[in-house]
């Protein structure tokens, strides 16, 4: 038989030899070990194709939720306006029905922006916090405790949550020792 070839004649590059009985062991071993690896990765890798997939949804709904920002941002300064419209016929005091319509216009306003999810939120009296307020002037005060907010220009407003404008505040400052 001149196909047959004796232990003697094969190469190395012919592979494992047949006839050793640790050979097929091994062998399988191998191949126990490469399937395991592959099965690693591929389990790592449906790991992380969902990982992205939860990504992806979740920047989906952070867009979706805040795409009306800058839309949003526009508007505030229409309330502020409304609001200094109703502060200045109030102090005349002989236009009722101008307050009544302008009270009016700012709670419509104001019902829309709820919808979309816009909340304002007052800081008289709070302590100061940079996340929420933006500090306009220091005020010396012996009645409040010092970085308390004692007046607001303006209102704070939120969107979901989010800081959409921190609200306009003065906030307390211990009397100077040194002036006493």
Known sequence: MDDARTDESRS???GPTTDSPADPVAEVAELRRQLEDKQDRLLRALAETENVKRRAQRERDEY???????????IIPVLDNL??????ARVVRNAPSVVEGV???QRELLKVLERAG??????????FDPTRHEAIARVVS????????????ALGYLLHGRVLRAALVAVAAAPDEDAA
Not at 83 to 88: C, F, I, V
Not at 142 to 147: G, L
């Open 64 to 74: 979706a939720r805040y795409a009306n920002e800058s839309l949003i941002r526009e």
């Open 12 to 14: 190395p590059s012919d």
């Open 83 to 88: 609001d200094r419209a109703l502060e200045a």
């Open 142 to 153: 012996a009645d409040q405790a010092p970085d308390t907010v004692v007046s607001e220009t």
């Open 103 to 105: 009270e009016l216009i």
């Open 118 to 127: 816009v909340t304002c939120y007052s800081a008289l009296g709070q302590p």
